[in-house]
């Protein structure tokens, strides 16, 4: 199978769904999706496969491929965070993830302060100092950036010690790599991101659950209303 092409299908249909063009109730046939996009009955059961897993469609024998209610989808999957980031529930999934992460990583923070092993604890610290680095370089909107405030995050979910926070860790990555490649992070990070990241790296170096469940929350919340649309 071309992974480039199960890729083409698989983005154009699960797109097309997380966007509304495809509605709930929706059923497609294996044989005009073929005709429509030009591609093979392997390549589209397989796509169709996928979306089954992340519960978006069913697939019934003689009924064909069914679009299922959004609440019943696989809300924390990067492809779906992915194709929401690029549709017009954007603004939706940026709020979700931020209001998750509001709840989730201030407790993930104190338990890191508990739980996390040295090296952990070094490794916070030092990617907190690059952050700072380049966010005071205003080179906050780059790869660089990016890679270690992915790895900041994702490390500071794993030394939690708890295995459900910890899984969270890919539902961050998208919505942070999603912000990143379409232009949504600022090349100068807003006022306190930095210092935040550097306090509550500190406050777990230290073992001070207190402080880093303090400073998690505020940087959290400061996220939570960057992204958080304005009332009406």
């Known amino acids: 199978m071309a992974i480039g092409m199960h890729r083409d299908v698989l983005d154009d249909i699960g797109g097309r769904i997380a966007a509304g063009e495809l509605p709930p109730g929706e059923v497609l046939t294996l044989s005009g999706i ?52 690029r549709g ?43 952050l700072v ?23 500071l979910l794993a030394a939690s010690g708890n295995p459900q926070l910890a899984a969270l860790a890919r539902p961050v990555q998208a919505v942070l790599e999603g912000r990143t490649r379409l232009g949504l992070t600022p090349p100068i990070p807003v006022p306190g991101t930095l210092e935040e990241h550097m306090r509550l790296a500190l406050a777990i170096a230290e073992g001070d659950e207190d402080a880093a469940e303090r400073h998690s929350r505020s940087h959290m919340r400061t996220v939570w209303g960057e992204v958080a649309a304005p009332e009406a």
């Open 133 to 155: 680095d380049l966010g005071g370089r205003g080179l906050g909107d780059t790869e660089p950036y990016l890679e270690a405030d992915v790895a900041f995050h994702e490390l």
């Open 34 to 85: 073929e005709e429509a996009l030009g591609a093979s009955r392997t390549v589209v059961r397989e796509a169709v496969r996928v979306l089954e897993s992340l519960g978006m469609v069913t697939s019934r024998r003689r009924v064909g491929v069914t679009v299922q209610p959004r609440e019943q989808w696989d809300a924390f999957s990067p492809q779906l965070i992915g194709w929401n980031l």
């Open 88 to 130: 017009p529930f954007r603004q939706r999934q940026l709020e979700a993830l931020a209001e998750l992460r509001v709840a989730a990583e201030p407790m993930a923070s104190l338990l890191a302060a508990r739980r996390a092993t040295a090296a952990q604890r070094a490794e916070l610290r030092r990617l907190a100092e690059v």
